[in-house]
């Protein structure tokens, strides 16, 4: 009786081995899903979680749009936003914009006084798929952040982190008066949602 009992445990725990085995190799991406969902169940259990009030996300929107006019607009209009938050008080401005390429030569010497003037705003840069050489502007405006840069060590083949071999930034007439640089990739799950902030890129 001990040992049909026995048998069976240990024929049970081999066909799980195996169809967790077969699951595995298969990368099945309902197991994905599955696990997706079960995150988006955990924060609906978690209590809510109220944001910091000292933190305020101006957003460009519809509003905005009429009444400054289409999108894109002049960069003295950004200008006189960071004048503004500056005589509101606002220690840290973050911009998830970028300025990669130059506009009139008056409207970019007017956003660069509003930025050095300010001195205190981050200048926002992203990581793209493409694989072009790297502007080395671009590199040594990055290496002005308090990032540091990493190298991956030679014969490395693999790394478990978000890789993108080309990077955008903003021209270098703004750069100058940044306080600092912030990449603001977003990598969406599968199914759509932003779960997750990457912390790390390469």
Do not use: C
Not at 50 to 77: C, F, H, M, T, Y
Not at 105 to 133: M, P, Q, T, W
Not at 187 to 192: A, F, N
């Amino acid at each position: 009786m001990k040992y049909s009992r026995l048998l069976t445990f240990i024929v049970i725990g081999l066909l799980a081995s195996i169809v967790t085995f077969f699951i595995y190799r298969q990368n099945f991406h309902f197991l994905d899903a599955v696990d997706l969902k079960l995150k988006d169940a955990r924060f609906k259990i978690r209590k809510n979680v109220q944001p910091d009030n000292r933190v305020v996300i101006v957003a460009i929107d519809s509003k905005s749009v009429n009444e400054l006019g289409r999108w894109p607009w002049k960069r003295s209009v950004f200008a006189g936003l960071l004048d503004s938050l500056k005589e509101y008080g606002v220690r840290v401005t973050a911009l998830d914009i970028v300025f990669s390429e130059p506009s009139d030569s008056r409207e970019d010497a007017v956003l660069s006084r509003a930025i050095e003037k300010n001195s205190s705003v981050i200048l926002g840069y992203f990581f793209r798929d493409e694989k072009e050489d790297v502007d080395p502007k671009a590199v040594s405006q990055i290496e002005l952040s308090k990032i540091k840069l990493l190298k991956i060590a030679e014969g490395v083949t693999e790394v478990p982190v978000y890789q993108r071999p080309f990077v955008e930034t903003n021209i270098p007439l703004l750069g100058r008066g940044a306080l600092d640089f912030g990449f603001f990739n977003t990598d969406p799950d599968s199914d759509g949602p932003v779960r997750k902030s990457t912390l790390l890129m390469l």
